[in-house]
């Protein structure tokens, strides 16, 4: 019997086992909206813009490990993909967008709401594809879907002209997809292995840096074991966050620009670095000729292009996390003897120094609310048992530092791209891919107002997401670098007039909440996490605060900047001294 | 250090490829001294000969991020290897009559072709590796170059013996 193109995207999703697609009708795809109208089986959450569907596929691909899928019109639909595609393939997100596109024969024509979509998201996707045929659309599909998730993940694009989604054919899902050109390589060079597990039994100050490919690959539970294993510290960088618990003796939280003090002074210190899942990205190295200058580097990670390109290292093992580490973990289970804690007491002790010296800190004030009080606040009232979305910038950096995530897949930020706008329309996403589990998005005022036409989307669907917008009326990140580095010459970072957020919540529909004064803080969480309705919570805090520690962009990650005034109040800090 | 690199792709023969490696280069800031690109035996796979030139690091990525594109099949850099490379260059000269003897001796003993000729002007057929072509043209220079067209090198590994 024959379907049309329309109807075979339809089956080729359910056959993928997708439940959602977050889209936007527009002209070409009216064939395909009509059969979505129709079917039972999958649901399209209706945004209020495209690029809020993509970021919500993206998180709903985050917050699970299954694909995101997303469907646009042509033109302006399909342009406004751009950035969530970027987004997503900086973090090596799996994803799937369908675009809808002119009929065939007007390709090329500049017809009304034609964009050459293919050619302008090539690189910013893994792979994207125009289908011409509709004989070859299911394949395509098949295709896209096992180019997204494996090896290194990524965003892959569909461009469907109008007449391949009426066309009619025969439906035949593809029994296997055979690429030649495409073999990712699993498995890490079991002698290359070997020596890694030799270094590290042998290294006396190791570390071990762990990136997004732990949480993409489901390799935590054999990064613990390593760590445990053989009594290695573990920093992860802010994709990795959650792939390591927070709450673990061996974690030394972020490293980099804004990372702990005792994580770079580690990797600094190191003699052994062990990369796992990451790729060195300029947040997480400083300069670069200066980082880890006394460490042998072991670097694992499936994209063979990531090593070696921006750090030259000793033992290069392309393969995925979880089946490189789970065959290191069997070789060093050989090999252990009595006196591993004896070998790395020395290195233990001089971190727990560092940790002691210089944690984490800020200066509390009964007056005004400090916005990493509220981050405390929000992680103390939920036990940590939330999915946390943030936006870029401060409010970024704040969830990372002062939230604690025990598990993956429950922090959600865009890390390679730093797209603003991304952390509401993701708990979104995720909070549909997770009706059970409670979804904050930790925002700024800035960023907030980048995607906040997403509400009605919240409202609508009755996704119970909560946001804190963490008000200074500043792009804070950019007034930051301005007051340290550009002489306070405050250009175009004050936002001046920043909507009232109660009012903005209310119109949606939805709930707004204030707090002014730091006694205010907790009611408003504890009542916004009442309500079964999405909610906006006000924070207005502290204009002034800043993010620490800091390494000025471009200097080695041991020179760091500090709060002076916080530590001079700090109670743990004067418990030191 | 710098060198100069000759790079053959084998890559899946659809639309686009072209764009994605040469999008690659522009992307990440390598440089494409030439590129050509044919058919092979098998009409599914298209060669793509790249000259390029980097220090080891750069060329190294680019071996590598060429080898992540989808539809690459097989990349191979042909510093290392014993190969043969040639280039076909078109040229125009307009001699002076006394000069036109010697022009036609040039060509001959450069193993050259006159492809065109009109009352003023030579067109000359060149091939050969780029050392050889840049000798002839430097012999060509006080003849009057009208023109000159260059192809994209191509180059092919020796057979191991």
């Known amino acids: 019997m024959k379907i049309s193109g329309s109807e075979i995207v339809l089956e080729c999703l359910k056959k993928e086992g997708v439940k959602h697609i977050f889209g936007y009708p527009g002209g070409v795809v009216l064939h395909l909206f009509d059969h979505i109208y129709k079917d039972k089986d999958i649901q399209l959450i209706l945004t209020r813009h495209e690029q809020g569907a993509t970021h919500m596929a993206d998180a709903y691909s985050r917050s699970t490990g299954e694909v995101g899928v997303a469907l646009v019109t042509s033109g302006p639909g399909a342009t406004n993909t751009v950035t969530g595609l970027a987004t997503a393939a900086m973090d090596s997100i799996p994803m799937v967008v369908f675009s809808g596109q002119v009929p065939t024969m007007l390709i090329g024509n500049d017809a009304f709401q034609e964009a050459d979509i293919v050619g302008i998201t090539r690189p910013c996707t893994k792979y994207n594809y125009l289908v011409k045929d509709v004989q070859e659309l299911a394949y395509t599909i098949k295709e896209a879907f096992h180019i997204a998730r494996s090896g290194r993940p990524g965003p892959v694009l569909i461009d469907l002209p109008r007449d391949i989604t009426a066309a009619m054919t025969e439906f035949v899902w593809p029994a296997e997809i055979n690429l030649r050109s495409y073999n990712p390589t699993f498995e890490g060079n079991r002698w290359m292995i070997e020596k890694a597990a030799q270094m590290i039994i042998k290294a006396k100050r190791p570390v071990i840096i762990a990136g997004g490919g732990i949480i993409s690959s489901g390799a935590s539970d054999e990064l613990r074991e390593l760590a445990e294993l053989s009594g290695v510290p573990v920093t992860t960088t802010l994709m990795g966050i959650g792939g390591f618990p927070s709450t673990h003796y061996l974690n030394l939280g972020m490293p980099g620009m804004h990372g702990t003090y005792y994580a770079n002074m580690a990797i600094q210190s190191a003699d052994l670095l062990v990369a796992v899942g990451m790729r060195f990205d300029d947040r997480v190295t400083g300069k670069v000729d200066a980082f880890a200058p006394n460490a042998e580097i072991i670097h694992i990670d499936i994209d063979p292009t990531s090593i070696r390109k921006n750090v030259d290292v000793d033992v290069p093992i392309v393969g995925d996390c979880k089946r490189v580490i789970t065959v290191l973990n069997s070789v060093i289970r050989g090999e252990v003897s009595n006196q591993w804690e004896e ?90 891919a997770n009706p059970d589990k409670l979804v904050i998005d930790i925002a700024g005022d800035g960023s907030i107002q980048m995607n906040i036409q997403e509400l009605a989307t919240a409202v609508i669907y009755k996704l119970p997401v909560k946001v804190a917008i963490l008000n200074n009326r500043y792009l804070g990140m950019v007034r930051q670098w301005q007051e340290l580095f550009y002489g306070e010459r405050y250009s175009h970072s004050n936002l001046d007039v920043v909507p009232d957020f109660v009012k903005v919540a209310e119109a949606y529909g939805a709930v707004g909440l204030r707090a002014e004064k730091p006694s205010e803080v907790e009611p408003v969480i504890r009542e916004a996490l009442k309500v079964n309705r999405p909610v906006f919570m006000d924070f207005v805090v502290d204009w002034k605060e800043k993010v620490y520690p800091m390494v000025p962009a471009g200097a080695p990650i041991d020179q760091m900047l500090f709060d002076k005034e916080a530590e001079k109040d700090d109670k743990k800090l004067k418990l030191v001294k | 250090m710098m060198k100069k690199h000759t790079i053959s792709i084998l890559v899946e023969n659809k639309f686009g490829v072209l764009s994605r490696v040469s999008g690659l280069f522009s992307g990440r800031g390598y440089n494409i001294e030439s590129i050509s690109v044919g058919e092979t035996l098998d009409k599914n796979i298209s060669v793509m000969t790249i000259v390029t030139h980097g220090d080891d690091i750069i060329v190294e990525q680019i071996t590598k991020q060429l080898n992540k594109l989808i539809d690459v099949i097989k990349v191979q850099d042909l510093y290392e290897t014993d190969h043969v490379e040639r280039e076909m260059v078109l040229i125009k000269v307009s001699p002076k009559i006394e000069q036109k003897s010697e022009v036609l001796r040039l060509t001959e003993i450069f193993r050259g072709k006159v492809v065109d000729s009109s009352q003023k002007t030579y067109t000359i057929e060149i091939t050969g590796d780029e050392k050889k072509i840049d000798a002839f043209l430097e012999l060509m220079k006080p003849m009057g170059v009208k023109e000159f067209i260059c192809s994209g090198k191509i180059a092919i590994a020796r057979e191991k013996k």
């Open chain 1, 343 to 432: 070998i790395r007491r020395a290195w233990m002790r001089q971190i727990d120094e560092w940790k002691r010296l210089r944690p984490l800190s800020y200066n509390y004030s009964p007056d005004v609310i400090k916005p990493q009080y509220v981050v405390e606040k929000l992680y103390e009232i939920t036990a940590g048992e939330a999915i946390i979305t943030t936006e870029v910038g401060q409010n970024q950096m704040w969830a990372a530092q002062f939230f604690k995530y025990d598990k993956p897949r429950t922090f959600l930020s865009s890390g390679g791209l730093g797209t603003m706008g991304y952390g509401f329309p993701a708990a979104i996403g995720a909070q549909v």
